[in-house]
């Protein structure tokens, strides 16, 4: 898989594909859900993952310029851990789509219901019905969102967060931000457990890789994609804690909150547009990814071998895209049955997602053997391990899922594993 467009990437091409894989539609509606959490001192929670995202995303930059592989974590995994454990990497990415589509989904139904003043919780539902419904379709077809598409979805949402923050920071006001901890430590890492969804997607350097003309692209474009979403970030948090104040915990559309108050009522609109468009984008392009990866780890013994079936070089992995759609289907029909909410689901996808991050930069410390690139990975893992650890009762889900894993891999042992070749 290596080499598949023989290092066309530059740093430019290559910043613009890091910011698509960091930044993504949870941003519409994570300051809300990390300001119910913290209050004020929620910016305390995005400063340390901020602080954590630097020796994270450069020890993935270090991994991919050393080993270029289009496999991702799940390939270095297995170059420092061994099969098994690159089976609990790519169980806790495939597993967790089901969720995380939900969870994405639903932050586009929510601004769309907002925008046609639909009742909250039918009408958000409902989007994220369609939206789901239009991505599984989509791919079944083999419609992928182009790379040029892609990106204009990616600067749709930069240039969402800049407006927020551009039109609406003249109106923020000091008192706003007292009492600044009225939840204590224990709310900025409840904060900080919610906002590791905008932090996951460093491990894309790693995926990206081999498309690099050399590693100093791929180190200047995380270089550059760091400084990035540090002004983006910091300036959504403090301008929404700033000019909403209590509203900030209430909302569940605080950009366009925000923006309302930036420019005006025609804000609403025009966000809930942009949320469609960058939702769908996302789980179209998570979903084609997770339907080829399923029919790897069936290929490799890690699900049953009837999975990969059908898959191959420009083939669409049917079965593998049927198991996503019934386990997503599953998931939204218990979702809603137990009331489950956004917040819930964030918190699941980013317990998995954060799961991969560690497992990436520890087996970067097995495999990287230069005294400096060894240091930073071992801060790297230590860092991503005391993140994880803000995830709480939510690691059952990638604990689950790696006993799942590892029981999958046992009953394939027994057995002759079908080689089929996945794109």
């Known amino acids: 898989m290596t080499g598949q467009i023989g290092g066309r990437l530059g740093a430019a091409q290559g910043t613009a594909l890091l910011v698509g894989a960091v930044l993504g539609p949870g941003m519409l509606v994570l300051p809300h859900l990390a300001a119910a959490a913290a209050g004020p001192a929620s910016v305390l929670a995005w400063v340390a993952l901020l602080l954590l995202s630097v020796p994270v995303a450069l020890t993935f ?217 960058l939702t769908f984008g996302a789980i179209n392009t998570y979903v084609a990814g997770a339907s080829r990866l399923g029919a790897a780890l069936a290929r490799d013994g890690a699900l049953p071998a009837w999975f990969a079936r059908g898959g191959g070089p420009g083939r669409t992995p049917y079965r593998s895209l049927g198991l996503l759609a019934a386990a997503t289907a599953v998931t939204t029909g218990l979702a809603l049955v137990w009331t489950v909410d956004l917040d819930t689901l964030m918190r699941a996808t980013s317990a998995c997602l954060a799961a991969v991050t560690a497992a990436g930069v520890a087996a970067a410390v097995r495999v990287l053997r230069r005294g400096r690139l060894r240091v930073m990975a071992v801060v790297a893992t230590g860092l991503a391990l005391a993140a994880l650890a803000c995830c709480g009762a939510y690691l059952m889900v990638p604990a689950v899922l790696a006993l799942a894993a590892l029981v999958a891999t046992r009953v394939s042992a027994r057995r002759p594993v079908a080689r089929v070749t996945i794109p």
């Open 61 to 277: 930059a270090a991994l991919g310029a050393r080993y270029p592989d289009g496999g991702g974590v799940a390939s270095f995994a297995a170059l420092a851990f061994g099969r098994r454990a690159s089976a609990v990497v790519g169980w806790w990415f495939y597993g967790v789509i089901p969720v995380g589509a939900l969870a994405g989904a639903l932050v586009g139904g929510e601004y769309v219901a907002a925008a046609l003043g639909l009742d909250s919780r039918t009408g958000t539902w409902a989007v994220a019905a369609a939206l789901l419904l239009l991505a599984f379709a989509a791919n079944a077809a083999g419609l992928r969102t182009s790379g040029r598409l892609q990106l204009g979805m990616v600067l749709a949402l930069v240039a969402v967060l800049a407006g927020a923050v551009l039109t609406a920071a003249p109106h923020a006001e000091a008192a706003n931000f007292t009492p600044f901890a009225p939840y204590g430590l224990p709310g900025v890492a409840d904060a900080a457990g919610v906002l590791l969804f905008a932090f996951v997607g460093w491990e894309a350097a790693s995926h990206l890789s081999a498309e690099f003309a050399d590693g100093r692209g791929l180190t200047r474009a995380t270089v550059a994609t760091l400084g990035l979403i540090t002004v983006l970030y910091l300036g959504v948090a403090l301008t929404t804690i700033g000019v909403l104040g209590p509203r900030a915990a209430e909302s569940p559309v605080p950009l366009a909150a925000l923006l309302e108050i930036g420019i005006g009522s025609a804000a609403r609109p025009v966000v809930g547009g942009v949320a469609v468009l």
